[in-house]
């Protein structure tokens, strides 16, 4: 069964403490995998699209990688305007498939 | 460019009683789909609506139905309502049916007592 997993659950930083979120997914085919910021009372902002292994996207403090078995979003030096959730999601025919999210949080 | 945006943000039902959530998609894309996000959770795909036409459907009921308009705003409508149909409902748009990257409106809240 085509599913993804995201971890940790949860994750607290220090601010300027560097760290990765993970994403494994097992699905045939991958047709784009997409990292989303959501914060609390809102919709899921989009962040990147990855299509291939070795693939590798930046944004600010933000970076995205992908290889054949999972994504990592790494973040480095991290501030507290950072702290959401954060969604991994694959295409899957005509939708979305979402993981759990990992909900990070930087503290001062 | 206009963002997504849903109506109404908050509400409140009982159970047994029926709901319309309305979205409009970003200009320019024709391409609308909904979800569910309990507590916690991450987005649950309900159904796709591409050039009005549904374009795909996730593992809910038929209780849950939908719309799209030609302007490709859309409504979700939810009969006999449940408790566990307390949700942030979500709606997403983009271009062309594929349906990626999908960007989201903020959602509508909706509470069943």
């Known amino acids: 069964e085509d599913q993804v997993t995201q971890s940790p659950e949860a994750l607290r930083l220090q601010e300027g403490e560097s760290s990765s979120l993970n994403c494994s997914y097992t699905?045939?085919?991958?047709?784009?995998l997409f990292w989303y910021r959501q914060d609390p009372g809102k919709g899921p902002e989009f962040l990147f699209t990855l299509y291939s292994a070795g693939e590798e996207k930046e944004k600010e403090r933000l970076k995205a990688t992908l290889t054949k078995k999972e994504s990592f979003l790494h973040i480095t030096a991290p501030k507290p305007e950072d702290s959401a959730t954060y969604l991994c999601a694959f295409v899957y025919g005509q939708n979305f498939v979402f993981g759990p999210g990992t909900r990070l949080s930087v503290l001062p | 460019e206009t963002g997504v945006t849903q109506s109404p943000t908050h509400l409140i039902k009982t159970r047994g009683q029926q709901v319309t959530l309305r979205c409009s998609s970003q200009s320019g894309h024709n391409t609308v789909s909904w979800y569910q996000q309990a507590l916690g959770q991450g987005p649950q795909f309900i159904f796709q609506y591409y050039r009005e036409e549904e374009n795909g459907r996730g593992n809910f009921p038929p209780r849950f139905s939908g719309l799209q308009f030609p302007n490709y705003s859309s409504e979700l409508n939810v009969n006999a309502l449940e408790l566990d149909d307390s949700a942030l409902y979500l709606c997403?748009?983009?271009?062309?049916?594929?349906?990626?990257?999908?960007?989201f409106g903020d959602g509508t809240r909706l509470s069943i007592l």
């Open positions: 997403a748009s983009s271009q062309d049916g594929d349906g990626w990257p999908q960007h």
């Open positions: 699905v045939s085919g991958l047709r784009g």
